[in-house]
C-alpha cells in the first residue's frame, strides 16, 4: 500500500448496512392486513359489515344494442302526462271566484307550468313550424299567467292587486278571463293540432 492509497482509505470510513428489521414484526403485519382483508372484502361484497344498508343491488347486466328509440309523444299525449301530473281539469277553477281564490291561483300556475314545458317539449323534439299552433297558444297561456302573477291575483303573486279590494277583484277577474281564455285555446290547439 502506498502513501496516497492509506490515506485515501482512512479519511473514508466504512459503510455500513442499516441493521435487520426484526424478522417477526413484518410477517406478524403481514398476517394481520390479510386477516383483515379476507373478513371484511367477503362481507362488503355481499351487503354485510355492519353497516345496515341491506344487500347492495346487482350490478348492471350487459346493455341492449342501440336500436330505433321510440317515437316521441304526440303534443297532446305530452300535454295529457302533464296536466294529469298537475292535477288539471280542461276548465280552469276560476269561474266567478274572489280575487284572492288560492285553489284558482293554483290551478293559474299549474296551466303556466304545463303549457310552459309543452311549449319546450314541442320546440326540442319536433322541426321548426311543426305544432306551430300549439306553441303558439302555449306561449299565450303563459303570458297571461304571468301577467295575473305580476299583479298578485288569486295568491300568484307578492302583493295583493291594489289597494282597493273592488278595483283588485275587477282586474283579477279580467285576468283569469284572459288566462282561462287562453288555457281553453290552448287545449282546444293540442287536441286539434297535437294528436
Known amino acids: 500500500m502506498t502513501v496516497d492509497d492509506r490515506v485515501t482509505a482512512d479519511a473514508v470510513p466504512p459503510v455500513r448496512a442499516a441493521p435487520p428489521a426484526p424478522p417477526a414484526a413484518l410477517p406478524a403485519r403481514a398476517v394481520a392486513v390479510a386477516v383483515i382483508a379476507a373478513l371484511v372484502l367477503p362481507l362488503s361484497a355481499c ?18 344494442p342501440p336500436g330505433p328509440s321510440a317515437p316521441p309523444l304526440t303534443p297532446y299525449e305530452f300535454y295529457r302526462a302533464r296536466a294529469t301530473a298537475h292535477g288539471l281539469e280542461d276548465a280552469l277553477a276560476c269561474s266567478e271566484v274572489r280575487w284572492d281564490d288560492s285553489r284558482c291561483g293554483e290551478d293559474l300556475t299549474a296551466a303556466g307550468r304545463t303549457a310552459g314545458a309543452v311549449a319546450r317539449y314541442v320546440e326540442k323534439r319536433f322541426a321548426a313550424g311543426e305544432y306551430a299552433g300549439v306553441r303558439e297558444a302555449a306561449d299565450s297561456v303563459v303570458a297571461a299567467v304571468n ?4 299583479f298578485g291575483c ?10 282597493d279590494r273592488a278595483e283588485g277583484g275587477e282586474l283579477c277577474a279580467t285576468m ?3 288566462a282561462s281564455l287562453a288555457w281553453l285555446g290552448f287545449t282546444g290547439a293540442v ?5
Open 47 to 64: 351487503g354485510g359489515g355492519g353497516g345496515g344498508e341491506g344487500p347492495r343491488p346487482a350490478p348492471p347486466g350487459p346493455t341492449a
Open 176 to 178: 283569469v278571463g284572459y
Open 191 to 195: 287536441e286539434q293540432e297535437g294528436r
Open 147 to 150: 301577467t295575473a302573477r305580476e
Open 154 to 163: 288569486f295568491g300568484t303573486g307578492s302583493r295583493p292587486p291594489g289597494e
